[in-house]
């Protein structure tokens, strides 16, 4: 299992809203996150100042309540958090149409923090940057691009799908921009780590808790670079789905009793001042 607090605060916040705020109408008090937060390294003072920071930047939207602040996502941090989880729930599909998905950037300079934002959610979905305002995929979720186009305007994010003309052949062409050999290694790192874990049967609350952003933490360092083309493009016995498999199979096995404990710190924290 890696070490949870080695990724930053925000990385923790993402996950903590992608994965519990639907269950507790799409926001969280201030107070959990401290206290969640807590359980898994992350010093209050850090997290506070993480959370102000998020919505200073437009990741969360905040409200106050009485004497809680509640935070959930913006709609395009929320876009970028369902591409990330998209990564290990929804399956690849097998078959490819050969099309390229491109993503065209153009935002005036006093919109630079909502550029930041799309680029954030592109990288998460595992587009590659061309050249400055230019991102491909051989895949590209297009819907989900879609709602952020249709959130910031097209007129500054404009997205198209083709094919590539001339050059290397798209197996060499994806070599060239992702790091495919490096990929396959990593992945059987994931499976080697995490193996053991999927023969559990058993998992205390805490455990399943800490768990669950471990693993999506290192499954998705990987997977967000993973350009998801067919087999035929990858290099033989490629390791990728059966990582991608393995950590959707543990996700869902770590989700009650993570939720448990999600459950019980929110109770705690409605019933205390807030952070």
Do not use: K
């Amino acid at each position: 299992m890696s070490t949870i607090n080695s990724y930053p605060v925000s990385y923790a916040v993402y996950s903590s809203l992608s994965f519990f705020g639907p269950h507790t109408g799409g926001e969280l008090p201030g107070r959990w996150f401290v206290a969640a937060l807590g359980r898994v390294g992350h010093d209050a003072a850090a997290v506070r100042q993480t959370l102000w920071r998020m919505e200073r930047s437009g990741e969360l939207a905040g409200r106050t309540e009485g004497r809680q602040r509640f935070y959930r996502f913006t709609p395009l941090a929320r876009a970028e958090a369902r591409l990330g989880l998209a990564r290990i729930m929804e399956p690849l599909p097998r078959a490819w149409d050969g099309q390229w998905t491109i993503v065209h950037l153009r935002f005036p300079a006093r919109r630079r923090t909502e550029r930041e934002r799309v680029v954030a959610a592109l990288h998460a979905g595992g587009f590659r940057s061309a050249m400055p305002g230019l991102f491909m995929h051989p895949r590209g979720s297009i819907r989900e691009i879609e709602s952020i186009a249709s959130e910031v305007g097209h007129e500054h994010v404009m997205v198209f799908r083709g094919r590539r003309a001339g050059g290397p052949n798209d197996a060499s062409f994806v070599r060239g921009h992702w790091d495919v050999d490096g990929l396959g290694g990593r992945y059987r790192t994931f499976l080697m780590t995490w193996r053991a874990d999927t023969r559990r049967r058993q998992w205390r609350s805490e455990e399943a808790f800490a768990a669950r952003f471990a693993l999506v933490f290192s499954y998705l360092d990987i997977a967000w670079n993973d350009p998801e083309v067919p087999a035929t493009l990858l290099p033989a016995r490629w390791p990728g789905g059966r990582a991608r498999a393995m950590a959707r199979q543990l996700y869902r096995r770590l989700q009650p009793e993570a939720l448990q404990l999600c459950q019980a710190l929110l109770g705690a924290s409605n019933a205390s001042v807030p952070a």
